[in-house]
Structures are given as structure tokens and as C-alpha cells.
């Protein structure tokens, strides 16, 4: 009671504001030793004030208590909003009784400040409660041993469930690692397969133009689409130029100052891709002769530049020997 004292001396007005509440947390007919009570106020009519224009001051209290009757929790605050325009502030503390008795509760005095002026409310302690023993029967009561835990029997769905879901994951982890496994062994006898060297693959194609079975008008367009897709192959592998990807001038610009490239040779090669030309796009059609000598120049072409890449790897190699 000394803090609240003190407290007192400090303010402006003491205002009636009504009785304090005591409930218990667990509601009982009786108050039993160490139940949990809550002590504190609730204040309404603070609807008109906004809520940053006042302060509440709470004091002390945990002084007031003894051993006997112990202070569990500070002061806790909580606003209900009961309407559009109605709120309530509550606050309390929690208190805890440790001996059996009667017992009276310290009056609570709660500060209010607004900008105009400040004011203590005083709310008076509820009447006295008592704190009973839990009654025993002396003369009828029997101690009893511990039970043990009570075992119960496992249920079927107790035991298939986790059993389920064991084995599944457990199919689950095999299957992976069978595919895991499996990917490894393919991975590991895949054999690389050599690549034929490129003029190899461009005579074997050529080959399959060899008969005059092409020659005929309606035939022409593919005998020279498949005569200079071949060759535009090979030049690209052999010369690394990008023949597949470009017109017939685009081409023959691009390879016409290489030195392993004769200029007569260079020449009847334009001459062959631009009848090609006539014969797909402007539907022309070549006479015997030029069909004759189409696939001997493309076979000469091919044989010819092979010639000269092989002639110039042997010097490099006689180079590096000497």
C-alpha cells in the first residue's frame, strides 16, 4: 500500500470510477489454493476521447502482495471495441493465492491523462474472497498405488499405413536406382561412331546421281538440287564457308581468291551452280551435254580440292619432322 500511497500525493483529482473485478481464469464454484485470479478495471465512456489524445497510468500493485497472495502477471491492457462508436479498455493482473484464508484486496487507483488536465480514478476493491483446501475424507479416503500407462493394442490401420508407405518409398528408391544404374551402362557403352571424312561423304552422294534416268525435263531439279546441295556441303566442311546459307553469287564471292581452288575449275563449278540455278527456279531445261558433264565436274571438284588439302597436310608434316 506505501507505492499507492505515494502515488496519490502525485495527483490532480481522485474520481469514484466503480468497483475493480476479481474473476477466476478457470471458472470454479469454489477458489482453491494456486488458482489464478484476474484483478483489475474496466473503464467505458473513453469513446468520445481519440485514443491518442489520452494515457493510462497503472501503478505499482505488486507491493501490495505478500507471499501468501502472489502477483503472477503484470498489468496486461486490452481494448474491445462494443459498438461503431463505444469502446472498452480493460486491464488487469494476475494474482495467485498460496495459503488457505480469507482475503482482501488492495484498492486500485489508475491514472488518466488528456491534454487538458489529469485525473486519478479510484476503483474500490471488490469484498473479500475465500481460498479453500481441497476437502479430503480422512475417514474414507485410501491411498493407491501408480497406475502404469495404459497400453493399448495396435489397430490394422495402425500397422498397413507406415508398412505401405515404407515399402513404397522403398520401390520408389530401387526404381531410381535402376534408372540411374541404366543411364550410367548406356552412357558407358555408347560407342562413338567415326565420322567418314567429308569428301568421302560427298562422293557417296553424288554417287546415287550416276544415271541419265535424272536427265529427264521433269526429273532436272532434282538431279541439280541434289548435285549442288552435296557440293555446298562439302565446301562448307572443307573451306569453312557457310555455302548452305547463301546464294549462288554470295558463294562464289566468298571462295573465289582460295588458292586450293583452280581458276578454271573455279569457273565451270560457277558455270554448273548457275544452270542449277535456271533449272529450279526459272524452270529451265539443260540439254544432254550439260547433263553429262554436271556430275564428272562435282565428282573433279570434290577429288581435286582433296587432293590439295592432303598434298598440304603431308608438307606440314614433313615441316615438323626435319
Not at 37 to 61: C, H, K, N, R, T
Not at 146 to 167: F, R, S
Not at 233 to 241: A, L, N, P, S, T
Not at 249 to 266: C, H, Q, R, S, V
Amino acid at each position: 500500500m506505501t507505492i499507492l500511497s505515494i502515488i496519490l500525493t502525485f495527483v490532480l483529482d481522485i474520481i469514484p470510477a466503480g468497483e475493480a473485478f476479481v474473476r477466476q481464469v478457470t471458472a470454479r464454484d469454489s477458489i482453491l489454493i494456486a488458482d489464478r485470479l484476474e484483478y483489475g478495471v474496466e473503464l467505458s465512456g473513453v469513446e468520445a476521447i481519440p485514443a491518442e489524445d489520452f494515457a493510462l497510468g497503472f501503478p505499482d500493485i505488486e507491493g501490495a502482495f505478500n507471499d501468501t497472495l502472489v502477483c503472477v502477471r503484470g498489468w496486461q491492457i486490452d481494448t474491445v471495441k462494443l459498438s461503431r462508436k463505444e469502446r472498452l479498455v480493460k486491464a488487469g493482473v494476475l494474482i495467485a493465492p498460496f495459503e488457505p484464508g480469507r482475503y482482501h484486496l488492495p484498492e486500485l487507483y489508475v491514472q488518466l491523462q488528456t491534454p487538458e488536465r489529469t485525473d486519478t480514478l479510484l476503483f474500490s476493491a471488490p469484498e473479500e474472497f475465500e481460498v479453500k483446501l481441497m476437502s479430503v475424507d480422512t475417514a474414507s479416503f485410501v491411498p493407491h498405488d501408480l497406475k502404469d500407462q495404459i497400453k493399448y493394442p495396435l489397430t490394422a490401420e495402425e500397422i498397413l499405413v507406415p508398412t505401405a508407405i515404407g515399402l513404397g518409398g522403398g520401390a520408389l528408391i530401387v526404381l531410381a536406382i535402376i534408372f540411374i544404374l541404366g543411364r550410367i551402362r548406356k552412357r558407358e557403352g555408347k560407342v562413338e561412331v567415326p565420322r567418314d571424312p567429308a569428301h568421302i561423304v560427298a562422293l557417296r552422294e553424288l554417287d546415287r546421281y550416276r544415271s541419265d534416268k535424272f536427265w529427264a525435263p521433269e526429273k532436272q531439279k532434282t538431279f541439280y538440287s541434289g548435285i549442288t546441295d552435296t557440293l555446298k556441303v562439302y565446301i562448307d566442311e572443307r573451306f569453312g564457308v557457310d555455302a548452305p546459307e547463301m546464294t549462288t553469287a554470295e558463294l562464289f564471292a566468298a571462295i573465289k581468291d582460295n588458292k586450293d581452288i583452280p581458276g578454271g575449275l573455279y569457273a565451270e563449278l560457277k558455270s554448273l551452280f548457275e544452270t542449277a540455278d535456271f533449272v529450279k527456279f526459272a524452270k529451265a531445261t539443260a540439254d544432254d551435254a550439260t547433263n553429262a558433264a554436271a556430275l564428272p565436274l562435282a565428282i573433279r571438284f570434290v577429288t581435286t580440292t582433296y587432293q590439295s588439302q592432303v598434298e598440304a597436310e603431308s608438307g606440314a608434316e614433313a615441316v615438323k619432322e626435319n
